[in-house]
């Protein structure tokens, strides 16, 4: 397995990737949206003998208190059905915070499965005073601290891209 950038030869590829994993349309929109807002971001990019084989992305959020250019949303994250079970989404998850570590990131928020996230250390953002803007499950939304005492200070709601809205 090869984890890379994604690069724009992808797109259609991944587009596939998303609606095959999803069973809909709406998050191969979502990184269409967000990377032809040119809001930033990273997305990487598993390949298995050639083929797409799963995707991470993460996009710039803004939050009160913090500085605008530190925090992260993952999402989506996608495995394709064929590789499922096999660690494939965790090593993208690893590898992804390594490189949001890298590119300066002091934190990264989720929506998602607490027993999933929370075993790469992702916490409820309700421990920070921090809100969700979608509504969901207190549990559901979380975060992961790159640099420690990043959040501290930070309160509110988090300000996703405009690409989230309507999902």
Do not use: N
């Amino acid at each position: 397995m090869k984890i890379r950038s994604l690069r724009v030869t992808d797109t259609e590829r991944v587009r596939e990737l998303l609606t095959e994993a999803f069973g809909r349309s709406d998050e191969a929109r979502l990184l269409d949206r967000l990377r032809s807002s040119g809001g930033g971001g990273l997305s990487l990019l598993a390949e298995i003998e050639g083929r797409v084989a799963g995707l991470i992305h993460f996009s710039a959020v803004t939050l009160p208190g913090c500085d605008p250019l530190s925090l992260l949303a993952l999402a989506p994250l996608a495995v394709d059905s064929r590789w499922r079970g096999r660690g494939l989404g965790g090593r993208l998850v690893e590898e992804g915070l390594v490189a949001c570590r890298t590119a300066g990131s002091g934190a990264v928020f989720v929506l998602g499965d607490p027993a999933y996230y929370g075993r790469f250390g992702f916490v409820p953002t309700r421990e920070f005073g921090i809100d969700s803007p979608f509504g969901a499950p207190a549990e559901f939304y979380r975060v992961l601290e790159l640099v420690p005492g990043h959040l501290g200070g930070a309160s509110g709601t988090v300000v996703y891209p405009a690409a989230f809205d309507g999902l």
